[in-house]
């Protein structure tokens, strides 16, 4: 086995299960984790809900701009909606750090718990529309999911673990590139960096494929089981998230 691969296999073992004394604790294995539930909810927003995502916040300020000069499917309201919940949620997720740092496993928990309660909305509000998520339960609906994935932006962003912001990936992506031995740098964390990569992928091709058979809230549904995972992560090695 060559010693790139190697180096790749250690990065996803240690991300995905750090051993005793890592420096990040759980942490990373949980923000894979958010990252799936990224993938899922951006897959029922656009599919679902409008050509707007309610994670991916750099995709809405395009779809703004194409609203604004009339392109068909995509309205300047809805992307309006969705970017100023995010940072409404964003917000929330700064107060929760303020408050609560450096108590990692407590910010966590506060965040996610909070996120998940959001989340159980969108499933409820879902199940009320029935097959017609239109109008103003369609703005509710991105207003609840928006917030939510503000919170979990910003609390990735507080804990800056690297290479898991848990919504965006552009960074990620070009640091895989940039960082190669062949443009002069050490590879480091390539493996993390693509399991972040296939965590999100994963997400959204789950939540595409239920949507694409019918079960448009089963997206959600999975999103909350996984986040209601994490949440509980968060409680099960206290001493690991404290510092």
């Not at 539930?37 to 029922?44: K, N, R, W, Y």
């Not at 965040?111 to 017609?132: D, E, F, H, W, Y």
């Amino acid at each position: 086995m060559s010693a790139v691969v190697r180096s790749l296999l250690t990065d996803v073992r240690d991300t995905l299960f750090p051993g005793r004394g890592a420096k990040y604790g759980l942490l990373p294995p949980l923000l894979i984790g958010l990252t799936v539930i990224t993938g899922l909810v951006d897959a029922f927003s656009y599919l679902t809900l409008g050509h707007v995502f309610v994670a991916n916040m750099t995709g809405n300020v395009v779809f703004l701009a194409f609203g604004l000069v009339g392109v068909g499917g995509f309205t300047v309201v809805t992307s309006l909606v969705a970017i100023g919940a995010f940072i409404l949620g964003a917000l929330g997720g700064g107060l929760f750090r303020s408050r609560l740092s450096p108590r990692l496993r407590r910010q966590l928990a506060v965040a996610t718990g909070t996120q998940l309660l959001l989340l159980v909305a969108g499933v409820i509000l879902c199940a009320v529309a029935g097959g017609a998520i239109e109008g103003g339960l369609r703005y509710g609906l991105v207003a609840v999911l928006a917030v939510a994935m503000g919170i979990q932006n910003a609390t990735a962003r507080g804990l800056a673990v690297p290479d898991l912001t848990t919504t965006v990936l552009t960074m990620t992506i070009t640091g895989i590139a940039a960082d190669t031995r062949a443009a002069g740098g050490t590879g480091s964390r390539a493996g993390r960096r693509l399991i972040s990569i296939a965590a999100m992928l994963g997400g959204a091709v789950v939540g595409a494929v239920l949507i694409l058979r019918g079960q448009v809230i089963a997206s959600l549904v999975v999103a909350v089981i996984l986040l209601a995972v994490v949440a509980g992560g968060t409680r099960l090695a206290p001493a690991a998230l404290e510092s």
